[in-house]
């Protein structure tokens, strides 16, 4: 019989599910020397996210073949080293979206009425009805940064209050959202137009400090910011002028960087509502938290793909080995198309050409997949998730075969379609196992991608490159290599920048005020 060794405290329906299954161990409180002891005696484990299953933790594990998180995040989990052993991960993302939408909601309506700080006002004796005039959400627009299963639950909400709706999601189809009910629109748009913005994306390191002192004077006067998704998101030092000036009137957060915010400033401040990171904190979360990753771990444990996978399966070597460069180049030329379109896409369409045309593009297919969602989804986006989080979201995607590849063996070609019918294509190809960007819509180059990299668009004119190598150079960021393509002399063009660190938001807005300049991307992959 399968041994299932349970560290933290989940929901007892949960407990109640593997118990037909397997024998239940649940021990609390383990320190790390402990769970290595003794986890060599067991096939799965259920923690929450105090357990650190860590890269020596998973070794101990000779007879681990399931790790279930009773959550959303795996933050507490080293999910490469779990796939590397063959270990399946799975969590529980679907059952908190509810909870965190009606805490979004509460707090929504404690920012327009001033709730906390009417009630600490009667406690100490006080009668100040004119102090706490409020406002109407009705009519209001909510911004909502994200539309992933939390996103959508909180548009639903707010629609019963009334309200309008703004969206940024870089992959939202119209058809998806006109069934929610909300308007797609850029991020600088959203921010500009509502007097709430809402926040729920993932934190990642395109999303770590997304909103920054730059983005958020671009909030209208006088609006107000909800963060019930993750700490780091938010400059909390900016948050703070912002909210002092009054740029910003009001914030709360139920997440900050650092928890808890000891000493944090925020606390201070009276236009600021604070919660202990409540979002997935009830009864009924908890118990469908429980009873999901139960489901992930029975269902690994019987051989069977769980719902709710976290890490790509095995995939047979003599497969992979062909067509892993490709997959990899799948997902970086998503990712890329996703930060240098500002336009939302309604569909993609992706061409494998010359002998790739005779592979099966899954591998490929599930990785694009996942370079498309995995910057903005609230969840963490894996080769085998993928697909049911675009059948979700409404994703669009085509696919095409063709055994010409102009100049090369093997092509792999991504085009971004917006709602307006504008094409955007990016294409690569391997060589030697290793990536090549070779085009970008309408310029052709031969670019080995690196981590951070800077784009420009602009007019092709003497000294301009040397402009922007010098701005580099002042603010001490290595440039490894450049590329260059342009469509005549002097016309447009486009310069590509390898770098050994990204562009800080600063140093890019100070290349964008340059002459010709017409457009910069600092891009991380």
């Known amino acids: 019989m399968d041994r299932i060794l349970v560290t933290e405290q989940i929901g007892e329906s949960g407990l109640q599910q593997l118990r037909k299954v397997a024998e239940v161990d649940l021990q609390l409180g383990l320190t790390p020397a402990q769970l290595k002891e003794i986890l060599p ?9 105090q ?17 279930g998180r009773a959550g959303t995040g795996v933050d507490n989990i080293d999910v490469d080293a779990a796939t590397r052993q063959g270990i399946l991960v799975v ?19 404690a920012l327009a009425r001033h709730i906390p700080q009417a009630h600490a006002s009667v406690r100490e004796g006080r009668w100040e009805r004119g102090k706490f005039m409020g406002w109407e959400v009705r009519g209001k627009t909510l911004g909502l940064v994200g539309m992933g299963r939390i996103g959508t639950e909180v548009a639903r909400r707010a629609r019963a209050l009334e309200m309008e709706l703004l969206a940024y999601d870089p992959f939202i189809s119209p058809d998806r959202a006109a069934q929610l009910g909300v308007q797609p629109a850029a991020l600088d748009e959203l921010l500009a137009q509502s007097d709430i913005v809402s926040i729920h994306v993932p934190l990642t390191e395109t999303t770590r400090n997304l909103f920054d002192a730059e983005r958020m004077r671009l909030m209208k006067q006088g609006s107000y910011l909800i963060n019930c998704s993750r700490g780091g998101i938010i400059d909390e030092a900016a948050l703070l002028e912002l909210l002092k000036t009054g740029h910003i009137a009001g914030a709360a957060l139920d997440v900050f960087a650092n928890e808890p915010p000891d000493n944090s400033p925020l606390l201070d ?51 992979w080995s062909a067509l892993a460069p490709y997959a990899s180049l799948g997902r970086l030329l998503a990712r890329l198309a996703l930060q240098l379109i500002d336009t939302p896409a309604s569909a993609y369409e992706i061409e494998y050409a010359g002998e790739l045309a005779g592979r099966t593009p899954v591998p490929i297919r599930l990785l694009i997949l996942q370079g498309i969602l995995e910057g903005s989804s609230d969840v963490r986006v894996t080769p085998v998730n993928a697909p049911i989080l675009a059948r979700e979201r409404g994703l669009q995607l085509i696919e095409r075969s063709n055994p010409e590849a102009e100049h090369y063996a093997s092509l792999l070609r991504l085009t971004l379609i917006t709602a307006e019918g504008e094409r955007h294509t990016f294409s690569g190809t391997a060589l030697r196992d290793e990536p090549h960007i070779v085009q970008v819509d309408n310029y052709w180059i031969d670019l080995v991608p690196s981590q951070a990299m800077l784009f420009t668009f602009h007019r092709d004119r003497p000294g301009l490159i040397g402009r922007v190598g010098t701005i580099l150079g002042a603010a001490d960021i290595n440039i490894s290599s450049m590329h260059v393509g342009r469509l005549a002399p002097r016309a447009e063009a486009m310069m590509v920048l390898t770098l050994d660190e990204p562009v800080p938001s600063s140093v890019l807005h100070e290349i964008l005020s340059q002459a010709d300049i017409e457009r910069a991307y600092s891009v991380v992959l």
């Open 91 to 109: 969590n529980a993302p679907a059952s908190n979206s509810v909870a965190v939408a009606e805490l979004t909601i509460g707090l929504l309506l």
């Open 51 to 67: 357990t650190k299953v860590t890269a020596d933790v998973l070794a101990a594990g000779t007879r681990l073949r399931v790790v």
């Open 41 to 49: 005696g067991y096939d799965a484990l259920v923690v929450r996210s």
């Open 269 to 319: 401040l009276p236009n600021v509502i604070t919660t202990p990171h409540l979002g997935a904190s009830t009864v009924e979360a908890q118990a469908l938290t429980a009873a999901d990753v139960a489901e992930g771990v029975i269902a690994a444990l019987a051989g069977r793909t769980p719902h709710y996978a976290v890490n790509t399966p095995f995939v047979p070597p003599e497969e």
